[in-house]
């Protein structure tokens, strides 16, 4: 008996409902059955056109002596196996899957096989022909089909052994018991052909559930497949965009170093048009320095991301800082297949840290210069005031007076000295207006021309309807002079042309990006050019540093240009240089320009010391020299003098003489400062005029280094003269 | 105009196709009818003489009994009577002295009577094949059928006058064959007579010629 076919439980969730089943199960079996029966109606047709050529071989004539006719089994054959085949070969094509088309075909057969027989004189051999076409009969998987068969078997013989027994059972006379037994054997092969037919059907079925279950599981299948090939698009669209898009240049190399790919970032920050660009370059260009092979041989040994930064060039050979981060991928041997890496311009980011490192330098010589400055300044004002008070005596024999010249001169220049410190550590007191800085360039033409001497030509190209700026004109001076200064030495021996120019300039954010100090908007710039020697980018690159210089000793202090640099940057300005060796170098200050009116007023020369009219002033200095000094200055100038050493007894003094008339105070002092001090008069009288002094004006002052309105201020060291004016100037300010 | 419903259409289908099929069969079985019919019309029955002619040059047997069948040399239905034929002798060996006369017409070529069947016939060991020239040995014996058999004792009395076959054609168990076995088994002694199932041997305007 067939067993039905071993096969492993499908899973739970792919089982189909049994109406599913028989619905399929139903559809598969009608296909089956429709093919069969296009099999049988071919089949029938070629055992028809074999059943003639039989016919023809076999018995082709029938003969009465010499005269041959056609033998009626041709006739029989032609005609009678026709009619047997061609109508149920019509219904298997035209009416394929029919039950009554089933039954005709399995009854032609079983005819068919009857004719043959026939045919062939009822030779045994033939009769298997039934019994093959039994077993065909079973590609219907149809049970009732067997039945048809049989029926015709069995009715065939039983009326042939009824009618003519002897063409059956070679007697003339039988019992039906003859034809049962005929029966009986082709009933024992329909026993059989049945049962593998039910178990084919029980198989069939299972297939069909399989199927059923392998179809839904490959829908989920499909539905994960689309999912996953969705999102993998998704991701690799990401990529791509994140590839395309990011700011940092992003590469895949060969284990070699070579590129495979780059995006547009490291395109844009190489300098390269195209990728094809880029690789034709790649080996020949100079820019790309050795050190990667030393990076590529590290990437070989290990699966970490690496970093590491070089100097590289531009294709426009402009240096370039990049920052390069790296890993390696390997295959499965191990074998490294390919470099991911970053490659990312910090070129701002080095000029950043390098500015940042300058600003920190010079910030550090500014807490060390204020920290000089305040007691330095205090012993030069010592050292100056007394020097004047000894000079102005007529008694002084002249050995003594050319002495105390001399200290009063090195008073001036280590006072100087101390001003530049502060100066381009930007803690300079500055005494802003609105100027025209050609007539600051005019002002000091005759002073610069004599300045550099008779082999340098100066030529002053001022344009008109220049705008005004805002700024200390005394630094400004100070600043132009410097420039001329160096400039002069550039072209030293040889001589040259040194240009002084003007403009109004607008810096747009592509210069302003560069230079953060600065914000998009009109300035107006002073530059001074010469034809001298030029800087190298070496040079050029600490130009500004304070104590940097490339004169021999003894002939520069190197304070020059970083006084230039923290004067303009103190006053919101900024200054570049330009150079080229052998070509000359051009200084360019830009300053923010303003709407307002010029100022004609220049700083005037000092002039002779005013005197007094007995009004009080209350002088506060804890410094006990200084205040010394400061009421002996005073007392000479005409002025009666409260003296406190610091804010406090200050405060106390000012209540006991409510007469004061000017208030003339240190900034810095222990218990009670020189603003607070002032803050606190200020209370009892609002108007009454203050003159700050101090060596240090940050701490004075605050980060601008200017006095609030109704205010004055006097660096120490001072003189007499100096203080006259500053006193007169409080005394005018507060009359008006 | 209302549309016939399926059901009514598959029904009237159904209808036309059983129909086909019954008229289908109806045709069958009038085909199988006839071909039976015409498979057992047997053929003209011999003029048999009772006892062994005298005059004929062919001579009996040896043996106890003495077989002479006729036979078309092309006649297809006779393939059977001679197989039957070599199965009695297969059955009796000893018994039956045979011989088989194959018709040869006058004024044909010698090629004419070398069939197949004669050439089997010959190749049957004990079986004595002679060529009826013209069909005179037929004629001496009466035969018109081919396959018609005669069967004559050691006495030249007929003991069976007919055919091997039980159709035409139709090869294995017959009356005719069982009755000869019996006879040479010495079963039986009473004489038989069967139809015979071939072609003609001579032509009809020949056999109405013939005494």
């Known amino acids: ?736 | 105009m209302p549309r016939p419903s399926h059901r009514s259409g598959t029904a009237r289908s159904g209808w036309r196709l059983g129909a086909g099929i019954a008229l289908w069969g109806g045709l069958l079985a009038c085909g199988f009818g006839a071909l039976v019919s015409y498979e057992m019309r047997p053929g003209s029955r011999a003029d048999a003489p009772l006892r062994w002619p005298r005059e004929s040059k062919l001579q009996a047997g040896p043996h106890r009994y003495s077989l002479v069948m006729f036979a078309h040399p092309k006649c297809p239905c006779s393939r059977a009577s001679l197989a039957n034929l070599e199965s009695l002798l297969v059955a009796a060996p000893g018994e039956i002295s045979m011989t088989i006369c194959f018709y040869d017409p006058a004024g044909e070529t010698s090629e004419w009577a070398e069939t197949r069947l004669v050439r089997t016939a010959r190749a049957i060991p004990g079986l004595k094949v002679v060529l009826d020239r013209d069909g005179q040995l037929a004629v001496e014996f009466g035969a018109k059928t081919s396959g018609q058999v005669l069967v004559f004792d050691r006495d030249g009395r007929q003991v069976f006058d007919g055919g091997l076959t039980s159709a035409r054609g139709h090869e294995g168990e017959d009356q005719g064959g069982r009755h000869l076995l019996a006879l040479a088994r010495g079963e039986t002694r009473s004489p038989l007579s069967t139809p015979v199932y071939g072609c003609a041997l001579r032509e009809k305007s020949a056999l109405a010629a013939q005494p």
């Open chain 1, 1 to 736: 008996m067939t067993k039905p076919i071993s096969v492993a439980p499908f899973p739970a969730d792919y089982v189909a409902d049994d109406a599913l089943i028989a619905r399929r199960f139903a559809g598969a079996l009608d296909q089956l059955r429709s093919r069969t029966n296009r099999f049988f109606a071919k089949l029938l047709v070629v055992q028809w056109l074999a059943t003639v050529a039989l016919a023809l071989i076999v018995s082709p004539k029938a003969w009465e002596g010499r005269i041959p006719t056609t033998h009626i089994h041709v006739w029989a054959a032609i005609f009678l196996g026709g009619a047997i085949s061609l109508y149920p070969a019509w219904l298997g094509w035209s009416r394929s899957g029919l039950t009554q088309t089933r039954h005709a075909q399995a009854a032609a057969q079983m005819l068919m096989s009857a004719l043959l027989i026939h045919l062939t004189g009822g030779r045994i051999e033939t009769h298997f022909h039934v019994f093959g076409s039994l077993a065909l009969l079973a590609l219907y998987r149809d049970i009732r089909v067997f039945a048809t068969a049989t029926l015709i078997v069995y009715v065939d013989h039983l009326a042939r052994g009824w009618f003519w027994p002897e063409s059956v059972y070679g007697v003339l006379t039988t019992t039906v018991w003859r034809s049962l037994e005929h029966a009986g054997w082709v009933l024992f092969e329909v026993t059989f052909l049945s049962m593998t037919v039910a178990a084919s059907l029980r198989e069939m079925r299972e297939l069909v559930a399989r199927q059923i279950g392998l179809e839904k599981l490959n829908r989920d299948k499909d539905q994960v497949v689309q999912t996953r090939t969705h999102e993998l698009a998704r991701s690799e669209e990401q990529f791509r965009a994140f590839f395309n898009d990011s700011p940092v240049g992003l590469y895949r190399a060969t284990p070699a170093g070579d590129f495979i790919a780059v995006n547009p970032a490291l395109l844009k920050i190489l300098g390269f048009p195209s990728f094809e660009a880029l690789r034709t370059a790649w080996h020949s260009a100079p820019g790309f320095d050795g050190g990667r092979a030393q990076f590529l041989a590290e990437l070989s040994v290990t699966d970490e991301v690496l970093r590491r930064d070089a100097v590289w060039r531009r294709q426009d050979d402009r240096p370039l800082h990049i920052r390069e981060t790296g890993r390696a991928f390997r295959d499965a041997t191990g074998k490294m297949e390919h470099i991911d890496g970053t490659i990312d311009d910090v070129t701002e980011h080095r000029q950043l840290e390098e500015r940042y490192l300058q600003s920190q330098k010079v910030q550090a010589i500014g807490q060390l210069a204020g920290g000089v400055a305040h007691d330095f300044n205090n012993i030069l004002t010592v050292i100056a005031g007394y020097t004047h008070l000894l000079l102005r005596d007529p008694k002084m024999t002249e050995p003594l007076r050319h002495g105390l010249d001399q200290i009063r001169i090195a008073g001036v220049r280590a006072s100087g000295l101390t001003g530049q410190l502060l100066a381009f550590s930007r803690k300079q007191h500055l005494q802003p207006r609105v100027i025209h800085l050609n007539a600051v360039a005019a002002e000091m033409d005759s002073m610069l021309q004599r300045l550099v001497g008779e082999n340098i030509r100066i030529r002053t190209v001022g344009v008109s309807g220049l705008a005004a700026v805002r700024a200390d004109p005394g630094q400004i001076q100070q600043v132009l002079m410097n420039l001329v200064v160096n400039a002069r030495d550039a072209m030293m021996p040889k001589g040259g042309l040194l240009t002084i120019e003007t403009a109004n300039v607008v810096l747009g954010p592509e210069y302003t990006r560069i230079h953060h100090d600065l914000t998009p908007g009109s300035y107006v710039m002073l530059a001074v050019s010469d034809t001298g020697v030029g800087m190298s980018p070496e040079v050029q690159a600490r130009l500004f540093e304070p104590f940097f210089t490339t004169k021999i000793p003894g002939q520069g202090t190197g304070l020059g240009l970083a006084t230039c640099h923290g004067i303009i940057k103190q006053s919101g300005g900024h200054i570049a240089a330009y150079s080229e060796v052998g070509h000359g170098t051009t200084f360019k200050v830009y300053l923010p320009a303003v709407d307002a009116e010029a100022s004609a007023e220049i700083p005037a020369p000092l002039q002779d010391e005013r005197r007094g009219a007995g009004e009080m002033i209350l002088l506060v200095e804890d410094d006990r020299t200084v205040r010394e000094l400061g009421c002996e200055l005073l007392t000479s100038l005409g002025y009666k003098v409260v003296l406190s050493a610091n804010g406090l007894e200050a405060l106390d003094r000012f209540k006991e003489y409510p007469q004061i008339s000017l208030v003339i105070t240190d900034t810095i002092m222990p218990h009670m400062g020189g603003r607070e001090l002032v803050s606190r008069i200020h209370e009892f009288a609002p108007r009454l005029p203050v003159l700050f002094t101090s060596g240090y004006t940050f701490d004075a002052l605050g980060e601008t280094g200017e006095v609030a309105p109704g205010c004055h201020f006097m660096a120490k060291p001072y003189d007499p003269a100096v203080m006259a004016r500053k006193i007169d100037d409080c005394f005018a300010e507060s009359r008006s």
